[in-house]
């Protein structure tokens, strides 16, 4: 399984019958932590459906592209060579695994992922990863979108400045600079264009799970997920 984007592969047909957990939240709520954690304990698939919008919005960067293009992000997003191997995502055969969690990455993601057809043509890449024995998809609009008959939909939040801090703590450990108010910023602009944009916007729905990662551990989080999505399957 791949750490980073997981181990759907490229192109197949979504079967129906196969389990969804989806996972959705703001930037740095732990959803792909979380998600990867469940997905490892029940043996099964994971997609970090955000590692696609951010080679999107990188292939467009690279390609000179304007982040208010819309049809020329939209073509490259339909053709865009992702490849997932060995838990490295491909782009045109170089890894980008890195290249990707850049800061200015992450903001070029957040507007490109405003676009409906750059959605639209990332939508069936995404539902390939829906294989036996099941998925654990993180992102904004899993449930709501990409897996609506999820068996199971979890909005994972907390507060800005409690993920703020998180993300500080992780670049400091790689040993990348970090400014912690820059980053709250930056954060909550991304939050806030990717819960008001017209198109699958970031927001809990009626049938979601809401945890508070704030008030919860990692561990007490995916516990809560896997006791759940048990309940989900007994009924
Ligand atoms: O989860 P992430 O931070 O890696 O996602 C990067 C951006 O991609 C995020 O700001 C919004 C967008 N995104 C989206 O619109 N829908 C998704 N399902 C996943 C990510």
Same mark, same amino acid.
């Given at each position: 399984?791949?750490?980073?984007?997981?181990? =759907?592969?490229?192109?197949?047909?979504?079967?129906?019958?196969?389990?969804?957990?989806? #996972?959705?939240?703001?930037?740095? !709520?732990?959803? =792909? $932590?979380?998600?990867? /954690?469940?997905?490892?304990?029940?043996?099964?698939?994971?997609? &970090? !459906?955000?590692? #696609?919008? /951010?080679?999107?919005?990188?292939?467009?960067?690279?390609?000179?592209?304007?982040? *208010?293009?819309?049809?020329?992000?939209?073509?490259?997003? $339909?053709?865009?060579?992702?490849?997932?191997?060995?838990?490295?995502?491909?782009?045109?055969?170089?890894?980008?695994?890195?290249?990707?969690?850049?800061?200015?990455?992450?903001?070029?993601? !957040?507007?490109?992922?405003?676009?409906?057809?750059?959605?639209?043509?990332?939508?069936?890449? +995404?539902?390939?990863? /829906? +294989?036996?024995?099941?998925?654990?998809? *993180?992102?904004?609009?899993?449930?709501?979108?990409?897996?609506?008959?999820?068996?199971?939909?979890?909005?994972?939040?907390?507060?800005?400045?409690?993920?703020?801090?998180?993300?500080?703590?992780?670049?400091?450990?790689?040993?990348?600079?970090?400014?912690?108010?820059? #980053?709250? +910023? &930056?954060?909550? $602009?991304? *939050? *806030?264009?990717?819960?008001?944009?017209?198109?699958?916007?970031? +927001?809990? =729905?009626?049938?979601? $799970?809401?945890?508070? !990662?704030?008030?919860?551990? #990692?561990?007490?989080?995916? &516990?809560?997920?896997?006791?759940?999505?048990? /309940?989900?399957?007994?009924?």
């Amino acid at each position: 399984m791949s750490a980073a984007i997981g181990t =759907g592969p490229s192109s197949a047909s979504p079967a129906r019958s196969v389990p969804v957990i989806a #996972i959705d939240g703001p930037s740095a !709520s732990g959803k =792909g $932590t979380v998600a990867e /954690r469940v997905a490892r304990r029940l043996g099964f698939h994971y997609l &970090d !459906s955000g590692a #696609i919008y /951010r080679a999107a919005a990188l292939a467009a960067q690279q390609a000179g592209v304007a982040s *208010d293009d819309v049809a020329g992000l939209t073509a490259i997003a $339909t053709a865009l060579p992702l490849v997932c191997s060995g838990g490295r995502i491909l782009l045109g055969g170089t890894d980008v695994s890195e290249a990707i969690r850049s800061e200015p990455i992450s903001a070029a993601a !957040s507007a490109v992922a405003a676009f409906g057809p750059v959605r639209a043509a990332l939508l069936e890449r +995404q539902r390939a990863f /829906r +294989q036996p024995p099941g998925l654990v998809a *993180d992102g904004r609009d899993m449930g709501s979108v990409v897996f609506p008959d999820a068996l199971l939909r979890v909005f994972l939040t907390a507060s800005a400045r409690v993920r703020a801090t998180r993300r500080h703590k992780q670049l400091m450990e790689k040993g990348l600079p970090a400014n912690l108010d820059l #980053i709250l +910023q &930056d954060l909550v $602009t991304r *939050d *806030d264009r990717d819960s008001r944009r017209a198109v699958a916007p970031l +927001q809990a =729905g009626a049938p979601d $799970t809401v945890l508070d !990662s704030d008030a919860m551990t #990692i561990d007490e989080v995916v &516990d809560e997920v896997l006791e759940r999505y048990r /309940r989900a399957v007994a009924i």
